[in-house]
């Protein structure tokens, strides 16, 4: 929750009111709800100004064509250059005679971006709590107060929601691409605002009356003009609201819209407001409206250029310092780094010449272990074909009963011997294992014709019962 700092902080900037101790007492009396004491504080002051209020400074106004029949009067002021310190709202605009709006607050507290780019100030509220402007229009001021600062505040969620709704209406009644109608955005007025100021544009504002005669042929031959929705997607930020809903309605009231169709265009100016730039009331040919814009966008392009020229040396000087940091910082840490590299190198050599120390003895042990276990495999091998030697017994002589077997290796040698023919051809692997001939270990009995495999499964047989009797030709097949 936002703390009681916080919501004085809060209380204090909406109001103007510099006293704390008065601040607290308000807030006190109820019950810290910030909404219920500034509307309490906004309703008092709509019709009893401050004492220290003060007028708006006089200013040349000019007569401009408003487009709607009727003469505009607008102060010649300069609005919030794009990316630039405020300047006084007395200096003179660059040709162009501006009005400056002041925006209700139901509308201002839907963005909090735009207003602390506006005017340098803001809060966040811990906890999903609802921002609130950091300064109202015409409080503190002699700018004359309506009922919409009392106004509830309206969620961002809810301005977005509307915008949405505007744009799926406009796109269900008159068309679907861009090529073909304006590109509204989808977002609150405040956001669309913020939008423009950060893309250097102008915002192009559309308020949309359902039940106006004129507004759906307005909508389809003008709007929905092929030339003029180019232009103003290629020039404008474009925002569009149906008066029936609550952000368009209470822009309505503030643009003071009496005819429709009603466009406008703006830019944002200090304090929560915005320069009203030109307004065009009543229906419109595409022609007229490509005028109307032409003209404005060229009277704006000085201020559009210089802010983004000035937001450009911004980012210029800004680059700047963060090089002239950075070679700070690496001239910093190069001394740093140059002895840490002396004092990593010598702990490098160290650690080389122990790991070669330790690698050059376990290379010794391996050799050693590789010639013992050698040495005991040879050894083992010399036992076993010794043992399977001497389980052959004498080899017997010719007779009826004994069988000559021919061996033929892989190498081409040749191996013969007699076996009794009760044998079995296990005795027939251990003649050839006692040779010592073979370096596998895994292999074979086979004869040639017919091809016979006397593998494992006939190693119990006799001789005779294998049909090698009287004499057999074999040869070594290797499994492996």
Request: aromatic share 6%; hydrophobic share 40%.
């Amino acid at each position: 929750m936002v703390d009681v700092a916080d919501k004085l902080a809060y209380f204090q900037a909406i109001t103007g009111l510099q006293d704390p101790d008065l601040c607290t007492e308000i807030l006190s009396a109820h019950g810290w709800d910030l909404e219920l004491a500034i509307s309490s504080i906004t309703s008092i002051n709509t019709t009893t100004p401050p004492e220290n209020s003060t007028s708006p400074p006089a200013v040349a106004t000019s007569s401009v064509d408003g487009g709607g029949g009727r003469g505009v009067t607008r102060p010649s002021l300069e609005p919030l250059r794009f990316g630039a310190p405020e300047r006084s709202e007395a200096a003179a605009g660059p040709g162009l005679a501006w009005k400056i709006v002041t925006l209700p607050i139901s509308v201002i507290s839907g963005s909090l971006a735009l207003i602390s780019g506006a005017i340098g100030l803001g809060l966040w509220a811990a906890g999903g709590v609802l921002s609130y402007s950091m300064g109202m229009v015409g409080l503190g001021s002699g700018s004359g107060r309506n009922s919409e600062a009392a106004a509830r505040l309206v969620p961002l969620s809810a301005a977005a929601r509307e915008a949405t709704e505007f744009v799926a209406a406009f796109e269900r009644d008159y068309g679907t691409t861009t090529m073909t109608r304006p590109n509204f955005v989808s977002q609150g007025f405040m956001d669309a605002l913020q939008r423009s100021r950060n893309e250097f544009k102008l915002l192009f504002v559309y308020l949309h009356s359902p039940d106006h005669p004129d507004t759906p042929l307005f909508c389809e031959r003008t709007l929905c003009s092929e030339a003029l929705a180019a232009f103003v997607n290629e020039n404008f930020v474009a925002w569009g609201g149906s008066i029936r809903a609550s952000e368009g309605f209470k822009m309505s009231n503030s643009l003071k819209a009496s005819r429709f169709p009603f466009c406008a265009v703006v830019m944002a100016a200090t304090n929560q407001r915005i320069a009203l730039l030109q307004q065009v009331e009543g229906p419109k040919s595409p022609e007229e409206m490509l005028t109307v814009l032409q003209k404005v966008l060229e009277e704006s392009a000085p201020v559009l250029v210089a802010g983004r020229l000035e937001a450009e040396e911004r980012r210029t000087n800004m680059r700047l310092r963060e090089e002239q940091d950075a070679a700070y910082q690496a001239a910093l840490e190069a001394d740093q780094a140059r002895e840490r590299q002396r004092r990593e190198e010598q702990e490098r050599l160290e650690r080389e010449a122990a790991e070669a120390e330790r690698k050059r003895k376990e290379e010794e042990e391996a050799l050693e272990r590789a010639a013992r276990e050698a040495a005991e495999k040879e050894a083992a091998l010399a036992r076993m074909r010794q043992e399977k030697a001497l389980s052959l017994g004498d080899e017997p002589e010719k007779g009826p009963n004994v069988t000559q077997v021919l061996v033929r290796f892989p190498n081409g040698e040749r191996k013969e011997r007699r076996f009794h023919s009760t044998s079995t051809i296990q005795s027939l692997y251990d003649y050839v294992d006692s040779l010592g001939c073979l370096e596998a270990e895994n292999y074979s009995l086979v004869s040639n014709f017919p091809r016979v495999v006397y593998g494992p499964e006939k190693l119990s047989s006799s001789l005779k019962e294998a049909g090698l009797h009287p004499q057999a030709s074999l040869f070594v097949e290797s499994n492996s």
